[in-house]
């Protein structure tokens, strides 16, 4: 089993910041991808941001320059999200996503809670 907490969402106003925490537990032997994605109301759930254990990167378009993603290397089970420059628009409930190999092989994709953002005057 692998256990996935994300925190730190909250209120802000626009042109406001927020650092996400996602930390990731259980029977994780290594861990190939770990990954932010969010759903606002009536929409889809989309990437918006993702590392790799290469510490390749790759943004949706609509959060680059003002989203930064990264993963703590003495831990490689927690990454973080730091958000700057919000907007309304990116409102929602944000999620932990991770890939990787459990302890006595199996390959497990795994989500966390949610965190909710909501961005507002």
């Known amino acids: 089993q692998v256990q996935l907490v994300e925190s730190g969402g909250g209120l802000v106003q626009p042109g406001g910041s927020l650092r996400l925490s996602c930390a990731a537990s259980?029977?994780?032997?290594?861990?190939?991808?770990m990954g932010w994605y969010r759903q606002a109301p009536g929409k889809e759930r989309e990437l918006v941001a993702r590392i790799t254990s290469t510490n390749y990167i790759k943004y949706a378009d609509s959060v680059k320059g003002r989203f930064t993603v990264s993963r703590d290397n003495a831990k490689n089970t927690m990454m973080y999200l730091q958000m700057t420059n919000l907007q309304p628009e990116d409102t929602g409930v944000y999620y932990c996503n991770v890939i990787g190999m459990q302890i006595g092989g199996p390959i497990f994709r795994s989500w966390g809670q949610g965190t909710q953002v909501t961005v507002s005057s």
């Open positions: 259980g029977s994780i032997f290594s861990i190939d991808g």
